[in-house]
């Protein structure tokens, strides 16, 4: 096995985050926690708000430092004063931007501590929207959708752009829903705003549940602005006894283990780690046909693509899937084995690894192998796919 890319000396990695808000970003920023941490590194998280209850794990919290105001306000100087100060005192070698919003903080930073720093983007942009200096020494895309955004809407310089896909690790056993005693659950989870549409998947319900008898649950997980126009939605395609609104602190595993059908209904979407969590629990998908989904879902593979703003099309394929469980359950392999064989935390922390490590300057041994200790506490190999630029 071959020497880790980053030696201890290096480990120290100080991570910036916008609000822990639940979300794609937050989620991101918990794996990426968990991944380094279990390859031996020593990250410590800024971040202007605390994250839901439960969704970091104890070893992630004690890493977690807050900084009210950081973001933005009158006392912005002041915090980032104190933040200075306190990545002084970790000693790192390294920032790391967990999202594009953050980059003015991690440049700051950077030139105060004199450090490169590297970016992740969850979310396309425009042109000037995110700018990076001399400092920077990587951009990671979570899809390919979002780095052809970058160099060709953005204007980032190729070379420093890298599709690093978001990985998580599967669950033990894959989801194993209920039998003839329950109605069968669809379920969707998304920030409650125009660019998710889930009044698209309102929509679909009220059809499938016309065809199916009112024989259907359907549960979303989420909040945000659009919510009091979506609960009137509701009433007025009278599903009120059929469909239940969840916060979204609510555990995604608790929820995927007794769904029959996973549905994302986006306008947009960097890249759906929803969808990757959907999968990862052996769930069939039904997912709108943009940005990184067209790459995550396979269609007729690991579930079903649809058109944007087609309620037809998506109660169309939920039915299909719900009138045949030998259907959902080969779509359901097939998407636990793709999130297995492409879409690991192994994965996303091995090539992580791989862009500090040419960040940082350092020789990195061929194979790129380093240990990972995965969530059970077992140590195994794995190797960074991205080769060396």
Not at 151 to 158: E, G, L, R
Request: with cysteine.
């Amino acid at each position: 096995m071959g020497a880790m890319p980053i030696p201890p000396e290096k480990a120290s990695i100080v991570l910036v985050a916008e609000p822990l808000w639940p979300s794609g970003s937050t989620v991101y920023a918990r794996l990426l926690m968990r991944g380094l941490l279990g390859a031996g590194l020593a990250p410590r998280l800024a971040a202007p708000e605390p994250p839901p209850p439960g969704l970091f794990g104890k070893e992630e919290e004690s890493a977690l430092e807050l900084f009210p105001g950081m973001m933005g306000g009158l006392l912005r100087p002041f915090v980032l004063r104190r933040l200075g100060r306190w990545a002084r005192e970790r000693k790192p070698s390294l920032i790391h931007g967990l999202s594009a919003f953050t980059a003015p903080i991690c440049q700051k930073l950077a030139n105060t501590l004199d450090l490169p720093y590297v970016l992740s983007v969850h979310h396309y942009q425009v042109a000037g929207a995110l700018r990076v200096d001399g400092r920077c020494k990587g951009v990671l895309a979570c899809s390919e959708s979002i780095r052809e955004n970058l160099v060709n809407d953005a204007h980032i310089p190729k070379e420093l752009v890298r599709v690093v896909n978001i990985g998580i690790e599967p669950p033990a056993k894959p989801a194993t829903p209920g039998g003839k005693d329950r109605l069968p659950l669809v379920a969707t989870f998304a920030k409650l705003t125009p660019r998710k549409d889930i009044a698209t998947f309102l929509r679909a319900a009220r059809q499938v549940l016309d065809v199916l008898g009112g024989a259907c649950q359907f549960l979303v997980v989420g909040e945000g602005p659009e919510e009091p126009a979506l609960r009137a939605l509701i009433r007025e395609l009278k599903l009120e006894k059929q469909v239940t609104f969840a916060h979204p602190s609510v555990p995604h595993e608790q929820i995927l283990a007794d769904a029959d059908v996973y549905v994302q209904t986006s306008k947009a979407e960097g890249f759906g780690i929803s969808v990757l969590e959907a999968m990862a629990w052996g769930l069939p998908v039904v997912a709108t046909s943009v940005g990184g989904l067209i790459t995550l879902v396979r269609d007729g593979q690991t579930g079903f693509l649809v058109p944007v703003e087609n309620p037809g099309a998506v109660a169309g394929k939920i039915m299909d899937l719900l009138a045949d469980p030998g259907l959902r359950a080969r779509m359901g392999e097939s998407g636990r084995n793709l999130v297995t064989e492409q879409y690991s935390l192994q994965k996303m922390i091995g090539d992580t690894l791989q862009l500090y490590s040419e960040a940082l300057g350092l020789a990195t041994p061929p194979s790129g192998i380093y240990k990972f200790r995965s969530a059970s506490g077992q140590y195994r190999a794995v190797a960074a796919e991205n080769p060396p630029r």
